[in-house]
């Protein structure tokens, strides 16, 4: 192994420590009882939870096709679905907005402040107004994601294609270049590290609006599993719950968000920071 | 200016010799005057100026073949032409082998021969060069000089050169206009008489046709610094 390889082992054996700590006095929990299992349910439990909610699943091709039964991947699926609809309506949009108010002074000057307003709005706060407007449902969660993808990917992509050197302009428009090749080959490459930031941030932000929403104002979602799941007192479902939300966003942030993060900044010849 | 002429803007810092160039390319507007090129007046930037800049106006992201045949692809040139052109001016330049890399695994001094292989690959009218060698070092730059003098004699390019090295614009200009500091006005024409293929720093410095007109050059930019 390389001496690279062996840094990043012995990084995420480190890592896994505290995991490995909260994990047996969990499991220690189960043996000596110190909290009753309504409040502390044990591993096993939470462990059969996945099977209990799957009970009436035939099996994974019906899970992906969300069918009746299988109640977990049907939460699982709503949450990341509304992420995928989110990114696919809202990056368009922010990166198309963005660009537009980066490259055009007065545009750019009037949306700036707008931008800074919207992007210190936490999504949740916007969560009891969205109920009045949308109700109870996938149209309320659907409004808390985009608006919390579409300010941030705008706001970053603005500042990205402000940071652009005007010299980069010049030189192609020089070789011949319109208007639109300019946009389209200097701003929005040279603008590409600062959307994926926006991106990632997006993402980091949205997600945890989106459990937030679905528990007030959703009828379906891994923040709706868990809300009822507290109302029933299924401890062991609420447990699980949380660990999906966190287990899903580390694998997205650290298997997607962060790689191409770090693939555009290094390809673009710019020092790459760890976060 | 004539074709085929290499002509040097000369001038003490801050007389206006980055806006001319600027207004020439079609970057800047003016208020005065006509700029025409070839009898076509200069309504914006466009491909038969091409322009070299001081900083390295090369895209980071692009690698170098890229860079250089990006004039190219702007102007819808076939693949196959392209990468032909695009070698021919990568050994011009001397980055044969450098061909996938990026930018920013290049010195300064190859910086700055990607972004001329760039502009001339896009084969404009005329080469407009701002300050091109200012960023690199000393040696650098003598021979990005004597590479420049070459490869105006293997393309044969009319290019304005602005510089506010008197040494540089005696050494590659045919002309060199000299101008008053700000606001910049054309001061003293002085005309170089020395055959392209003589000019070598090594030969040029023995040279008193060289050096009678650096020191004439020399004095008239001196001249305007003093009064400051």
Redesign the interface.
Same mark, same amino acid.
């Given at each position: 192994m390389t001496r690279f390889g062996r840094g990043r082992l012995r990084r995420i054996l480190l890592g896994a420590i505290p995991f490995l700590v909260l994990g047996t006095l969990w499991q220690m929990n189960a043996v000596y009882r110190w909290l009753a299992p309504i409040h502390m349910p044990p591993p096993a439990a939470v462990w059969s939870a996945i099977f209990t909610l799957q009970e009436g699943c035939p099996g994974l091709l019906d899970a992906l096709r969300q069918g009746s039964g299988c109640l977990l991947t049907n939460h699982i699926l709503s949450s990341m679905g509304r992420v995928a609809l989110s990114l696919l309506v809202g990056l368009p949009l922010g990166i198309a907005f963005g660009v537009l108010a980066g490259i055009h002074r007065r545009l750019g000057n009037a949306l700036e402040p707008v931008g800074v307003f919207a992007n210190a709005i936490s999504g949740i706060a916007w969560v009891p107004l969205a109920i009045v407007w949308f109700g109870v449902g996938w149209r309320t969660t659907l409004f808390i994601l985009l608006n919390t993808v579409f300010w941030l990917v705008f706001f970053n992509t603005l500042l990205g294609v402000r940071g652009v050197p005007r010299v980069y302009e010049h030189g192609v428009l020089a070789l011949g270049a319109t208007r639109w090749k300019v946009i389209t080959q200097v701003y929005v490459p040279g603008a590409l590290p600062s959307i994926v930031t926006g991106i990632r941030m997006s993402m980091g932000f949205g997600w945890r609006a989106l459990i937030a929403a679905e528990m007030i104002g959703g009828d379906r979602g891994l923040g709706f599993m868990l809300f009822v799941s507290a109302q029933e007192y299924k401890t062991e479902e609420v447990f699980l719950g949380v660990l999906v939300i966190a287990v899903i966003w580390m694998l997205t942030d650290r298997a997607c968000l962060v790689p191409l993060e770090r693939w555009t900044i290094e390809r673009w010849g710019l020092v790459w920071r760890p976060s | 200016m004539y074709d085929g002429e290499f002509a040097a803007v000369v001038g003490p810092s801050g007389c206006g010799k980055t806006t001319l160039l600027?207004i020439l @390319? !079609?970057?800047l507007p003016y208020r005065h005057g006509t700029v025409q090129v070839d009898g076509v007046p200069v309504k914006?930037? !466009?491909?038969d100026? !091409?322009?070299v800049?001081q900083?390295h @106006?090369?895209?980071?992201?692009r690698t170098v073949a890229r860079n250089i045949g /990006?004039?190219l692809e702007?102007?819808g040139v076939p693949r196959q032409e392209r990468r032909r052109r695009v070698r021919e001016f990568v050994e011009l330049v001397g980055l044969a082998g450098f061909e996938e890399r990026?930018? /920013?695994?290049l010195s300064g001094g190859m910086k700055q021969r990607v972004?001329l292989a760039?502009?001339l690959c896009?084969n404009p009218v005329i080469m407009?060069m701002d300050e091109p060698f200012a960023a690199v070092d000393a040696q650098t730059r003598i021979t990005l000089q004597e590479e420049l003098n070459r490869i105006a004699i293997a393309t044969r390019k009319t290019i304005l050169l602005v510089t506010h090295n008197v040494d540089e614009a005696a050494f590659l200009g045919d002309r060199c206009f000299v101008f008053t500091r700000r606001p910049g006005r054309l001061k003293a024409t002085v005309t170089i008489h020395i055959p392209r293929d003589r000019r070598i720093w090594k030969e040029v410095v023995a040279d008193p046709a060289f050096t009678a007109r650096r020191d004439e050059i020399l004095e008239l930019v001196r001249a305007e610094v003093r009064v400051e």
């Open positions: - | 600027n @390319a !079609g970057l914006g930037p !466009g491909s100026r !091409g322009v800049f900083e @106006a090369i895209l980071p992201w /990006h004039g702007l102007q990026y930018p /920013h695994e972004a760039r502009t896009a407009l």
